[in-house]
């Protein structure tokens, strides 16, 4: 471990394999039965297979860390009474079912805020985690001081309007939101933070978008890389004592919806609190896989621009297309090289 470091640094990775016949004949009950169904049934977004499909990344996922990260202490892969597909090959990975530290009244879930929400109840977590998805991908070698400085998370701070779609995560982002405005000052936040704030580090145009929100009073929403998460432990304990109920509310919903409080709440607060190390933007990358080039892929994976890369699976896209292309290349990358 790094000098610099003075603690292991864990990885969690909520992973459900949407494939098991099991797994979705008990989330359909779920859907059309419950005390939550009548306002469920109308979030499209819950229904969508796609939010739960998996093509066969994560096995990649895991490689990538095991590779590409050495130094990490743990890989959590949190799952709803499965077991993974493959053999990782390392000691390092443990899979640990919902039941093992969610608590039993939000049990049953199928809602990813309530899964990540409760996260820091994992036995044996270490104080410093980073949270992933499993569509990441670390694309390159990265080292603790990538995540943490000093035991200080990295972060990229900007600010830019929300925009809501339907079956979006726009509105749980405004929720997220209207907590950092019920807690703090914006113009206080920005005299304190204008360093971090205006870091070169964050972009141009993650600046120029953060200059066009200043007219506003209140914070109208921040900048999500949508990639890996460094967190401290003791972020989400100090948040459930703040926002408790919500949080309550929030685990009680089988599914994702529209009232729902997640994770970047907890990651805004530390924002504006100024408890991080600013991260430059071009550390990693986010791709739509509906609307990235098949040479745009292969230039990313097989010559490393980032060191982390999102390949997100999204309904539009071309999997007859992609799936084996992109497949071609995790298999190049990770079992040929």
Known sequence: MSAFQESPIDIVIPWVDGNDPKWQREKDQYLVAGPHSSRQIGNEDEKKDVRFRDFGLFKYTIMSILRFAPWVNRVFVVTMNQELPFETGSDKVTVIDHRDFIPDPYLPTFNSNSIEMNIHRIPNLAEKFILFNDDFIFNAPVSEEDYFINNIPKDCFGLKPIAPTLGGIGAIESNDVAIINSLVQKNTVIKKQFAKLFSPKNGLFSLIETICTLPWRHF???????????????????????????????????????????????????????????????????????????????????????????????????????????SSLLIRKFEEG
């Open 220 to 326: 109208v929403g921040f900048q999500n890389t949508h990639l890996a998460t460094p967190y401290l432990r003791s972020e989400f304990i100090e948040f459930w004592h703040l926002e408790g109920d919500l949080l309550d509310k929030t685990c009680r919903e089988k599914f994702r919806s529209g009232n729902d409080i997640s994770h970047w709440a907890i990651r805004y607060l530390r924002l504006v609190k100024g408890k991080f190390v600013p991260q430059n933007i071009s550390f990693g990358k986010y791709y739509d896989l509906s609307l990235t080039s098949l040479e745009t892929l292969e230039n990313e994976l097989m010559n490393e621009k980032h060191k982390i890369v999102c390949l997100n699976d999204v309904p539009d896209m071309d999997t007859s297309k992609i799936i084996p292309f992109l």
